[in-house]
């Protein structure tokens, strides 16, 4: 009986490892389904929950207030925004296609609120790792790594920008 147990314990983790690595590879890849269903269960699940906290002081997450291209209409986003100099850095896991982003840009900016202060952001730009690495701590970069995290949006603060 005890062998029986031993044996069906190996095959949930077999599976479990298994499907983990497909999630990982299909997230690497980009591969629209899975990307799609990873996109809808963070807006209806995820997000919900972050939008509780995001943007407060000692809170990771950060919020983006954008307004919608067609619609006019405004929207807030949860996302890991890392301060630097001259504003953030934000990881893009589902690249520059996600419509937040693509109001950002079109824009020309939004606000962001991090750490309990809101910031007016310009001039966003689009770039790749490399660029944006030392802004990011060890762990971070393993993750973007793992996942194929390959861009990355430069949001400026308003105050910092020269004309």
Same mark, same amino acid.
């Given at each position: 009986?005890?062998?029986?147990?031993?044996?069906?314990?190996?095959? /949930?983790?077999?599976?479990?490892?298994?499907?983990?690595?497909?999630?990982?590879?299909?997230?690497?890849?980009?591969? =629209?389904?899975?990307?799609?269903?990873?996109?809808?269960?963070?807006?209806? +699940?995820?997000?919900?929950?972050?939008?509780?906290?995001?943007?407060?002081?000692? /809170?990771?997450?950060?919020?983006?207030?954008?307004?919608?291209?067609?619609?006019?209409?405004?929207?807030?986003?949860?996302?890991?925004?890392? =301060?630097?100099?001259?504003?953030?850095?934000?990881?893009? =896991?589902?690249?520059?296609?996600?419509?937040?982003?693509?109001?950002?840009?079109?824009?020309?900016?939004?606000?962001?609120?991090?750490?309990?202060?809101?910031?007016?952001? /310009?001039?966003?730009?689009?770039?790749?790792?490399?660029?944006?690495?030392?802004?990011?701590?060890?762990?971070?970069?393993? +993750?973007?790594?793992?996942?194929? +995290?390959?861009?990355?949006?430069?949001?400026?603060?308003?105050?910092?920008? /020269?004309?």
């Amino acid at each position: 009986m005890g062998r029986v147990i031993m044996l069906g314990l190996a095959g /949930v983790v077999a599976l479990f490892a298994t499907l983990l690595a497909a999630f990982t590879l299909g997230f690497r890849a980009k591969w =629209p389904p899975l990307l799609d269903r990873v996109r809808r269960f963070n807006r209806d +699940v995820t997000n919900r929950h972050q939008m509780r906290t995001a943007g407060q002081h000692g /809170v990771t997450y950060a919020v983006v207030e954008h307004v919608g291209r067609r619609s006019g209409r405004g929207y807030r986003t949860p996302v890991g925004a890392v =301060p630097t100099p001259d504003g953030f850095v934000v990881g893009l =896991p589902y690249g520059p296609g996600a419509d937040w982003v693509r109001n950002v840009l079109a824009a020309g900016g939004a606000t962001v609120e991090h750490d309990g202060r809101a910031v007016t952001v /310009v001039r966003p730009e689009l770039t790749d790792r490399a660029a944006v690495t030392g802004h990011f701590g060890a762990a971070e970069r393993l +993750v973007q790594r793992l996942y194929g +995290v390959d861009d990355f949006l430069l949001l400026r603060e308003a105050d910092q920008t /020269v004309a």
